[in-house]
């Protein structure tokens, strides 16, 4: 990261915002975003946007001068990731996967969606599918695997309890589940801090 | 094909396909075994995990667990192959990934050490439809077609990720208007028809379908509203997410947007390989396109029965 590029993207920041997101972007390397003209061929593009309120070029343009807004709507969460805007992108700003880095410093803020929280840790966690078979309540699909000559569970992790504990033990290392818990907090902190503003009012 | 020639793959089979849209994950391994295309398994292969929710979450896990379910397919020394768009994007970018960027690559392998693995990164990930297209190729495939179509309308859905993000895919950079899967399908004697924005996206993926249904559904309306104007008796896909999104979301569809659509929508829907199959001659059961069980809340939630009527009149 360059100091220019720094300088840049701190001078765009708005005086009441926080500078965090445009720090985190920072960090993780988004600093092509600066080459954004706004032209809104993203926008042109967008498959979501022409049936939500979803604006790729502003969710980008809150990035780049830091308005934390951007983190909190559920706008971002509704990119289906077709990638056309990455392709079309005529400053070749991959924007499909800054969406993503913008996703994850959201859930690092803990912006996540509850449906999102349970997928992540009630099902992945737990079974190292994303969409499982085993258990009671999923008998069903085991019978329909096999009346389709398969056996009722697939040779996958469903099969190998220890890769589900191999899985569950690089989550842990690599901070996944630090990173869940944390968001948690945050997003009951935020509820709880909510719930006495109304209290008050 | 000599057995040292034989192509062999490591089936990576994700979530959608194994535990949600069998007849899918049936169809693939019959297609392969008779065109004599060893799939070996890839036992305790995890979520791929899914680029729209994990990547979204957390960058480094999403490479940490690609990674190790692309090291089970290095140990059995074979690419792994998936027919999902999802577990493609997933295992594809993170190959491309972690071949670019060596910091990433290190800091995975750091992580794997603990479990005993280690990436290398010398096996290309593929898509079934690129080992059909690429690795055997159109004559080798048509040499196999015993039965032809005379008369089937196909609307093809490639969906997104087997051809974007085009810098890290096999199509020579072509994302606006591919042809391979159009191809294949023609194959079979059907036609390809073209259909008003033949590329969007069904509306699953990305965390949408999660996030809010009703906008998955309405992508899935759109689409759907452009296949019928354009005549055609069925869709014919290539990843199980899609598949899900157009059949239990055409359903989902016909509820929440009933007042928008007129009557309701009822295109069959097709996976690649159960078309394929079909024109190969493979026995239709093989394929998971004869229902033999008494399940309720199952798929395929619209009814195929229109095909395979158009299949028992023109396979004659």
Known sequence: MSENVEKYIKRKVSK????????????????????????????????????????????????????????????????????????????NIPVTDMIIKLRNIAVEEGYILDAHFGLATDIFLKTGHGVPADGEANKKWRDLRESYGLPPLPPTVHSHPEAVKECQELLKSVGFIELMDNAKKLKEERAKAEEKKDEEA | MSEKDKLRYGFFLGCVAPNRYPFIESSIRAVFEHLDAELLELEGASC???????????????????????????????????????????????????????????????????????????????????????????????????????????????????????????????????RFLDEIIELTGAKSIDYKDKFLCCGAGGAVRTAVKEVSADFSREKLTNIRDAGADIIVDCCPFCHLQLDLGQMEANGIYKDMIGEPFKVPVIYITQLLGLSFGIDPNKLGLIKNHELSGVPPFISIDPFLNIVKEQFT
């Open chain 1, 16 to 91: 009441d915002l926080s500078t965090k997101i445009a720090e985190k972007f920072v960090d993780v390397g988004l600093e092509k975003i600066r080459a954004c003209i706004n032209c809104g061929t993203c926008t042109g593009g967008c498959p979501s946007g022409r049936r939500t309120a979803y604006r790729t070029r502003s969710a980008i343009r809150k990035a780049l001068t830091g308005d934390e807004s951007v983190l909190k709507d559920i706008d971002i969460w509704l990119c289906s990731t077709c990638y056309y805007c990455y392709e079309r992108c005529p400053r």
């Open chain 2, 48 to 178: 791929c995990p899914a680029p729209g929710v994990f990547r979204a979450f957390h960058i480094p896990s999403w490479l940490v667990i690609a990674a190790r379910n692309i090291t089970i397919a290095e140990e059995l020394g074979v690419s792994p192959i998936t027919g999902c768009n999802g577990c493609y994007g997933t295992l594809r970018d993170a190959w491309v990934e972690l071949e670019h960027d060596h910091e990433m690559k290190k800091m995975v392998n750091t992580h794997l050490a603990k479990v005993g693995r280690e990436y290398k990164g010398t096996k290309e990930p593929k898509h079934i439809v690129q080992a059909l297209y690429l690795d055997m190729g159109l004559d080798f495939l048509r040499d196999k077609i015993k039965h032809k179509f005379s008369d089937l309308k196909v609307a093809a859905h490639y969906g997104c990720h087997i051809v974007k993000p085009s810098d890290k895919r096999p199509w020579k950079g072509e994302y606006e208007n591919p």
